[in-house]
């Protein structure tokens, strides 16, 4: 058959429905991705759905190809994608969350899990491969579909499992993503007063777009905290599995900052523990991973990247600029926007003062995350090229691992390749605000020296 190569991504499947995902692309999905499954001795794939409107559609056409090659699906319905992944540590360990993460209406896609593990890079393109030659066999016998609830063990799971030290007040913004239908209820369980903003599931996302990492996203939230008596507030993506965290007088606490609160709870339990974050994240993350005794990991963008580099050296956490944070100490290791909300107010709960405690948290002068648009495929010939120019006199540290960061005593550039869409991604940072405009002068003059034309636009997802 014919598919869109564009719509393999190296961590998922992505595209615009109904012009390159579409019910055919969907089922054509199911038979390979159970095929493979198959041959890993996996008889079991659980699907769920997030709420945009082309989900029903795609997720029982997707439901139809696996059942084709003799897959047995267990169907959890309108599910965030964590209670996919804790439906696949739990009951099955293959899953397909159909989803189109935090990209516009129009759009949807497909997270997997396979044999227990996410899949991205040449596992995706194998599928690819296997769909345009539709190198599977059907069976005589399809497989059964049987519809099971996970929402009721997933919240039990939750709430057995954190402990708040006080009551809590708390605005949740779920932006109308699949969120609103299970995580208010899981945090008046816990123990909170919740005020909700936008909790009825609508793929039109008819208030703002459900992604907390854009500032302008979380307006609504602020206004809320402002005019309200909740001290802390908590928004969720469309899908569901990253967090944005406001404080009362609204400041955005960024995942990098939520990573060093994090950090510090789990290695009291996890003494010595590698802690692995992506090259996003701010210079002081390492140091407070350092002071609470534990070690930290640089490491590429990308949550299928990030998980399976904590498997590898065996990490209690993991976070990454995005949003996605990762716990497998007391938890399952995969990202939980609903989840790390939970730890998060089991650790702030112990103060009397929330807002003080996470706004304490060590920062410094930074700038969103800018992109350069690029041409198809030159982002990465860009960063290659930019590796063999890239270096700086003494104190400066150059990483490579994904694409260019330079560290110095007082912040750090980076200029990377994405992985999802054709653009460069650039963040600066510095102790002060002197230092930042410095590194960003000196990143932008390395950067113009391969690709003259570069222009810097705030990143829009």
């Not at 994090?262 to 994240?281: Q, Y």
């Not at 994904?402 to 869409?421: E, K, M, Y």
């Amino acid at each position: 058959m014919q598919v869109n190569a564009s719509i393999f991504k190296a961590y998922d499947i992505r595209g615009v429905v109904p012009s390159t995902i579409n019910e055919e692309v969907a089922e054509a999905l199911g038979k390979a991705f159970g095929a493979m499954a198959l041959a890993e001795g996996e008889k079991i794939v659980a699907v769920g759905r997030d709420g945009r409107l082309s989900g029903p559609l795609l997720g029982a056409a997707l439901m139809r190809g696996l059942a084709a090659v003799g897959v047995e699906v267990v169907e959890l319905g309108m599910v965030t994608t964590p209670m996919l992944y804790f439906a696949a540590s739990t009951q099955a360990a293959s899953g397909i969350q159909v989803t189109g993460s935090h990209n516009p209406k129009d759009y949807n896609g497909f997270k997997m899990v396979l044999a227990g593990r996410a899949i991205y890079g040449d596992e995706i393109q194998a599928l690819r491969r296997m769909m345009e030659a539709e190198s599977w066999v059907l069976t005589a016998r399809p497989g059964v579909i049987r519809q099971v609830d996970v929402a009721s063990a997933y919240r039990e799971r939750i709430v057995s499992g954190i402990k708040l030290s006080r009551p809590m007040k708390i605005v949740i913004d779920s932006g109308n993503g699949i969120a609103g239908a299970s995580a208010p209820a899981i945090f008046r369980a816990l123990g909170c007063e919740v005020t909700e903003l936008f909790s009825e599931v609508d793929g039109n996302f008819p208030n703002h777009h459900p992604d907390p990492s854009k500032p302008e996203n979380l307006q609504d939230l602020v206004n809320a905290l402002k005019h309200g008596d909740a001290e802390l507030g908590l928004a969720f993506d469309g899908d569901g599995d990253r967090l944005g965290i406001v404080t009362k007088d609204g400041q955005n606490i960024y995942p990098d900052r939520q990573m060093m609160l994090f950090a510090g709870d789990v290695l009291s339990r996890a003494p010595g523990g590698t802690i692995v974050f992506d090259v996003k994240c701010s210079q002081r993350l390492a140091p407070a991973i350092e002071a609470a005794g534990g070690v930290p990991m640089m490491y590429k963008t990308g949550h299928s990247l990030i998980k399976a580099r904590m498997k590898e050296v065996d990490s209690p956490l993991g976070g990454e600029m995005s949003g996605h944070i990762f716990f497998k100490e007391r938890w399952y290791g995969f990202d939980d926007g609903t989840y790390a909300g939970a730890r998060l107010l089991e650790i702030v709960s112990r103060v009397a003062d929330a807002g003080a405690l996470l706004n304490g948290l060590p920062s410094s002068f930074s700038t969103p995350e800018l992109n350069v648009a690029c041409a198809e495929g030159e982002p990465h010939r860009v960063v290659e090229a930019l590796t063999k120019v890239a270096h700086f006199a003494l104190p400066a540290k150059v990483s490579t691992i994904d694409g260019v960061r330079v560290d110095w005593p007082d912040g750090f550039g980076l200029i990377r390749a994405s992985n999802t869409t054709p653009v460069l991604v650039l963040r600066f940072e510095g102790q002060t605000p002197q230092a930042l405009r410095r590194i960003e002068a000196d990143l932008l003059a390395l950067l113009r020296s391969i690709k003259p034309d570069a222009s810097l636009a705030a990143a829009a997802h």
